[in-house]
């Protein structure tokens, strides 16, 4: 089982319309998490990080659920500009002397919204 | 500020041959990242450095070799080609693990 899991999708929805997403993580002792947008055939550019108590920036709003062990991403008033890829990155302890955690990806769920 | 800037953009190999991939930051940051996406894969970790001088597997590094000889220049070799690895390859750089990672624009590879 891969350590984040996404739903690949795609999303299809309309102009103003309100999209969830989910990301499940499996190391219950993960750290920090964030949310990257991916345009196509660009490189991944921080979208927003994931706080304990959640965090909002405009029409994103991002959870963090640790007993269950995901984060979410909620877009409000979808723009034909979001569309794009968004990837999930948990941080999980790469387990060695020292001690570092190590920023591991989902797949990335594809959105698509049209006109 | 450049931020993160990889060389070569695109590259051609045929199997065999080997190459250098150069990441290069202007952040002062300490850690440093390989990363390789695949269609349908994401991107996962090939090395990372937590700083100058020191390398560490990740998820996906056969076939890969690494060097941080300065802080802010991140090598990624691959001594003989292989089909398999015909991919984008992406750096990346952090202040710290729980801190934004800032990429590269990537290097699209192929190889025959």
């Known amino acids: 089982r891969k350590e984040v899991e996404q739903d690949p999708g795609p999303f299809n929805v309309p102009e103003g319309a309100t999209v969830a997403f989910n990301c499940t993580y499996s190391?219950?002792?993960?750290?920090?998490f964030f949310w990257y947008r991916q345009d196509c055939r660009k490189e991944p550019k921080l979208l927003m990080s994931?706080?304990?108590s959640g965090n909002e920036d405009g029409r994103f709003t991002a959870q963090l659920n640790r007993a269950s062990q995901y984060i979410s991403l909620l877009i409000r008033d979808s723009k034909l500009s979001d569309s794009a890829t968004y990837l999930c990155?948990?941080?999980?302890?790469?387990?060695?002397?020292?001690?570092?955690?190590?920023?591991?990806f989902g797949r990335g769920t594809s959105l698509i919204v049209h006109p | 500020n450049a931020g993160v800037t990889q060389t070569p953009k695109f590259r051609v190999l045929k199997t065999g041959q080997s190459m250098t991939l150069l990441c290069a930051q202007d952040?002062?940051?300490?850690?440093m990242y390989w990363y390789r996406q695949d269609p349908g894969m994401g991107l996962r970790l090939i090395h990372y450095?937590?700083?100058?001088?020191?390398?560490a597997k990740g998820e996906v590094p056969d076939g890969y070799n690494v060097s941080r000889l300065k802080k802010q220049n991140f090598l990624l070799g691959l001594e003989s080609a292989a089909p398999s690895q015909t991919s984008v390859y992406f750096c990346?750089?952090?202040?710290?693990?729980?801190?934004?990672?800032?990429f590269g624009p990537g290097t699209r590879l192929t190889v025959l």
């Open positions: 990346a750089s952090s202040y710290s693990t729980s801190s934004e990672q800032f």
């Open positions: 450095s937590v700083g100058e001088g020191t390398t």
């Open positions: 190391n219950s002792a993960s750290q920090s």
């Open positions: 990155v948990v941080n999980i302890d790469a387990l060695r002397p020292g001690g570092s955690y190590i920023p591991t």
């Open positions: 952040m002062n940051h300490e850690y």
């Open positions: 994931v706080y304990s």
